[in-house]
Structures are given as C-alpha cells and as structure tokens.
C-alpha cells in the first residue's frame, strides 16, 4: 500500500479546522510551478480545498527577486555591512531590504518561540548595549543610570540576558535604560527557562527591582472558620532567587577594581558553587557590535526608527542560537579506527541550540527563513 507523503505543511486557511495544523494527513502536493530559484510546489488542503504555495508565509513568499538575492542581502546584514552598501553591491533598494529584514525578523521570533522552552540553565548573565536611534545625543540619566523616559528616541540600549552553559541567547529587548524594559528582559527570560535560575549582572539598579517582581510567590493563608477579618495574603521572595552583581569602578574610563555584591540567595549560591561573572554575555556585546550595522561604534549608519534596530536584534538573536556553529561548544572528533598520526584536530561543530538540547541539528540560513512551525500564542515584539 503506498502511504500518502506527509509534507509538514499547515493548512493556512484560518476557518479550516485543520488551519496551522501539522502532520494531520490533510495535505497532498497538487502541482509546480517554475520560479527564478527553480520549481516550487502547490498543496492542497483536502479538508477545506486551500491551495498555497510552500512559500507561502515564509520570507520568501511573493518575490521578484530569486531566492539567492534575498539570502544574500540577509546574510550581510548579519555581518555588519551597512544598508546602503548593500544596496550599492547587490542592487536592491534600502526600502526593499528593509522589507526583507522586517519579514526575517517576523519568521526569527516565530522560530525562537517555538525552540525557546523549558531551557534547563543554572545561571543567566544580564547586560545592555547602548546604542543610537534617530539621533545622536541623549539626555543625561538619572544618577542609578537609569534613563529618563525622555530619552526614548534618542539613546536605545540592546538588553540581552544570556545563560554561558550552552553560549545560549535567552532574550533581547530594545529600548531605553528603564525599569520597564528590565522588568521585559527578566519576564522574557523566566518564560523561557526551568525553574529558577542565578542571575547575574554589572551593578545596574533596575535588575534587582525587576527579579523581585518576576521571583515571588504568594502565600495564601487558610480560612480558620473563626470570626473577623480573615489574614491577608503575603507576597514573599521566591526562595530560590538568587541575584548577584559585579560592580565595576572606574576612574577617567579606566577599570581600578571589580567587586561582587550577592544581593539575595547567598546561601545557595554558595551550594550551587557559581561564580559571579558576566565576561561572557560581555564577549557576547563585541559580537553583536560586529554583526549589526548599526552597532558598529563610532559608525554612522545608526537605525532610524527603534523597531528597525529591533527587526535586526531579533533575527541576529535565531540566527546566533540556530545557525552560526559557536567556536567554544565544538567537540574533538574521537576516530581510532586509524593509527595514522594526525595533525588536526577534527571537531564536531555545535550551535548553542544544539548544545541546549533544543534542537538536534545545525539549520541552514534557508531552514531558518523557511521553517514553518506551529502557532505559538505569545506576544509579538516585532512589528
Ligand atoms: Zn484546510
């Protein structure tokens, strides 16, 4: 008996019963059609009679240009290339990459929603990047070195929270330095993770604050059946919070000391026998300020609207976790099927992903702007 072909595509018909639905047996290919990249195939749903093309609600849906082009252009913007070199080298308008960016970056959160669960860390690293949208000047912060809402349209911060086991980015936000977008960076990043992990950062006030909102647990205490008003609810710590601080001092920009403040969990903290330390997720801003244009310092090609600086953070945040093989999680190849002396070392590539136990595969820069996932009901950040 020959069994029907299972194409891992939804039905994106939204008043089929089958719509966004996998593997329901619904699907069978109809037809193909021949596009600039080669030939492309039509499904049909059986179940409501839908015909859409594999492209459809992908980055590559409805294009002029070949595949090739848009893969491309979406690989310098990964790599520090500016908008308008881009546009000067491969021949396309800076509104269309940015359109290009805009549906990469829709495709990436979609991609990080469905991967980003249950991540089993035990410390996470907090640190924010500034950086200029719109203008180049900023109003002073307050003397805590948070910002003055004022401040939102001049300087942005790229909040990143990272966890150094698997060199795993956990969640960005982009915004102005204040407790509102702390309090986004620690919410996004407990939705993602197990249980409660140690967080670790500089010496920036809005974390601590942002932790104790997040880690609480409520004590609810029982009805005694007895007269008078019953005891209110008690909102107490988490009592596995653990948040310390590395509070760097520096005179005329230069570093003298470094010195750790153990804001709350020192006891366990001293069980887990951590280290307090945010060199990594501080590696990881030389990163970012290399692979996003407008990053680059000193560079003139800052965004000129906030959610553009968000589009490129977002599609950079999949791309590091899925795509990019990190140089410290590779593995030495074990061969000793030859006795033939060696003179490289061979490695097993690994992305931070596929160290998480996320994913069990390297994707492709394709399977990236291509994968259709299962809805997943969370908050858009990109418009
Ligand atoms: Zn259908």
């Not at 407790?179 to 990043?189: F, V």
Request: charged share 20%; glycine share 4%.
């Amino acid at each position: 008996m020959r069994i029907a072909q299972d194409w891992a595509q939804p039905c994106p018909n939204p008043n089929c019963p089958y719509h966004n639905q996998f593997h329901g047996g619904n699907i069978i290919a109809q037809s193909t059609y021949e596009t600039q990249s080669g030939r492309r195939r039509i499904f049909k749903c059986t179940h409501c009679g839908q015909l859409f093309s594999e492209t459809r609600h992908t980055v590559f849906y409805d294009l002029r240009l070949p595949e090739e082009t848009v893969m491309l252009v979406l690989k310098l913007c990964l790599v520090a290339v500016s908008l308008s070199g881009i546009s000067f080298a491969v021949g396309v308008q800076e509104e269309t990459i940015l359109r290009w960016l805009q549906r990469a970056a829709a495709q990436a959160e979609r991609v990080n929603a469905h991967l980003l669960q249950e991540v089993d860390v035990s410390k996470v690293q907090l640190d924010e990047l500034w950086n200029f949208v719109a203008r180049k000047q900023a109003e002073t912060a307050q003397a805590n070195g948070e910002a003055s809402e004022e401040s939102a349209d001049g300087r942005h911060w790229v909040w990143l929270s990272y966890a150094p086991d698997y060199c795993l980015l956990l969640a960005t936000v982009v915004g102005p330095r204040t407790l509102n977008n702390a309090q986004r960076l620690i919410q996004q990043t407990a939705a993602v993770v197990q249980g409660v992990p140690c967080f670790f950062s500089d010496g920036f006030s809005c974390y601590f604050t942002a932790l104790r909102g997040c880690y609480q647990q409520v004590i609810r205490f029982p009805r005694t059946g007895k007269r008078g008003r019953p005891r209110k609810d008690r909102i107490e710590p988490h009592p596995q919070r653990v948040y310390a601080q590395l509070v760097k001092e520096k005179r005329n920009g230069r570093l003298q000391s470094l010195r750790v403040q153990v804001k709350c969990g020192a006891e366990r903290l001293k069980q887990l026998g951590l280290t307090v330390s945010t060199s990594l997720v501080e590696r990881l801003n030389l990163t970012l300020r290399t692979a996003i244009a407008p990053l680059v310092r000193k560079s003139p090609s800052f965004c000129k609207q906030p959610q553009r600086l968000q589009h490129r953070v977002v599609f950079f945040h999949a791309f590091y976790n899925l795509v990019r093989p990190h140089m410290s999680l590779r593995r030495p190849l074990q061969d000793d099927s030859s006795d033939a002396p060696r003179f490289h070392t061979q490695y097993e590539q690994r992305t931070p992903a596929l160290a998480a136990g996320l994913t069990d595969h390297i994707w492709s820069f394709r399977e990236l702007l291509t994968a259709k996932l299962p809805a997943h009901h969370s908050q858009s950040t990109s418009g």
